[in-house]
Every structure is written in C-alpha cells, then in structure tokens.
C-alpha cells in the first residue's frame, strides 16, 4: 500500500537559513500528496498539497514539487523564521484515509 | 470559527476507568476520522466515517474502543477499561467526500488523554 517515508529529526537551523525536509513516497499511481505542520500543543494543519505529479505546492513561503520520477516531495523554505518552529508531516492517501510519516521537527534559533 | 473542535482538550484519568471524547466537526463535511498520535510519532488511522455509517476501522482499534456519529454530525469516541498505553492525543479531523481526492482533511485540536 500507500506510504511516506521522511527524514529523521529533529532539525537545527539558524534564522533565515534554507530549510530542506526530505520525503519520498511509495504509492500505485498519482495520488495527491501533503505536508501539514502542527505547533507546540496543537493539532494539524495543512500546509500545502499538490495534486498531480510535476505540480508545486505553496504556502507562507513554504514549497514542495511532486517529482515522479524521484517518487519526492520534499519540502523547502529559503529562510527560516523561529515561528516556523514546529513538528512537519508528509502524507498521502492510503484507501479512503491519509496517512502520514513520523514528522520532523524543527528548530529555528534566533 | 466554524473548525473542527473536540472536547475535552485535556483528559487525566485512572487506569480503568472510562474516558468519551467528542468531535464537533465542520458542518458540512460528510466525512469524520479518528487518529491517535503519541509523543515522537505521527497520527496513526483509527477510523472513519461517511456520514452516520462507520466504514473502516483500524486494527489498533481494540473492542475496548468504540466511535459513534449517530446523526451524522458530531462524534464520540469511547474508551473502556483505560490502560496506560492508552496516554496518547485523540484527533478527530473531516473532510468533504475523500482525503483520496485531493480534498483537504481539516484536524481539530487534539483531545490529550493519560492514563495514571
């Protein structure tokens, strides 16, 4: 079945550094990918999806390009800021449900 | 706002006692899913449904646990006879018709459960 597999945290990074979270992915044809984020004592929110293979998606600064051909969808930022502090989740469908990697969480310092 | 909210935020609770949690999802979404994630790991499936009718749930969801959405609105999550490897957060997102499709699945809070 569907599954993600992400990069190991916990990731350290100085403000305004470059920021890459890797995420590569096993699945049966193009289904949409996902990458949420959940701050310190919240649930998930969904960062940004793309929904075909050679699609970006963006948000607050965020980017990651579904590449088929490298089954990736890692996620970039060209500069971090300490409120991008938080755990990050790749995720796609499995059936009729999401699932999701084990996260990443980041630290930004000032 | 008009999320997903869940109820209680914060549940401390003896071992085996019993423990509900509710989940008010966005109104008009058809679609409700529980997941449980515990500290270091992301959320993991319990189940999920369409409308009033529960199609799938996982095997973590042992038959000390039960969901209902009686009216195909809000949603409890029951668990009896509380273990300590229960201590976990309980999430309950929805979404309308299918995450499969590209639809986004929207995630309440977290109910965060420990079991003493």
């Known amino acids: 079945g569907n599954s993600v597999t992400q990069m190991e945290g916990p990731v350290t990074l100085s403000e305004e550094a470059f920021l890459t979270i890797n995420c590569t992915y096993t699945?049966?044809?193009?289904?949409?990918l996902f990458w949420y984020v959940q701050y310190p004592g919240e649930g998930l929110q969904l960062l940004l999806k793309?929904?075909?293979?050679?699609d970006k998606g963006s948000n607050k600064g965020f980017e990651a390009t579904y590449r088929k051909e490298t089954t990736s969808f890692h996620l970039e930022k060209g500069s971090v800021q300490v409120s991008d502090s938080a755990v990050y989740f790749c995720?796609?469908?499995?059936?009729?449900?999401?699932?999701f990697g084990k996260g990443t969480r980041l630290h930004i310092l000032p | 706002d008009t999320g997903v909210s869940q109820d209680p935020r914060h549940k401390i609770t003896k071992r085996g006692q019993n423990v509900t949690f509710r989940c008010d999802p966005i109104s008009e979404h058809n679609r409700l899913y529980w997941y449980r994630q515990t500290l270091g790991q992301g959320p993991e499936f319990l189940t999920y449904?369409?409308?009033?009718?529960?199609?799938?749930k996982s095997r973590l969801l042992s038959d000390r646990f039960s969901a209902e959405r009686p009216k195909g609105s809000f949603s409890t999550l029951e668990i009896q006879r509380t273990e300590q490897g229960d201590s976990a957060m309980y999430l309950c997102?929805?979404?309308?018709?299918?995450?499969?499709?590209?639809?986004?699945?929207?995630f309440g809070e977290g109910s965060w459960l420990t079991v003493v």
């Open positions: 449904f369409q409308n009033e009718a529960q199609l799938e």
């Open positions: 793309a929904t075909k293979a050679d």
């Open positions: 699945a049966t044809g193009y289904p949409s």
């Open positions: 997102a929805s979404s309308l018709n299918g995450g499969t499709t590209g639809n986004t699945i929207y």
């Open positions: 995720a796609l469908p499995r059936d009729d449900k999401i699932i």
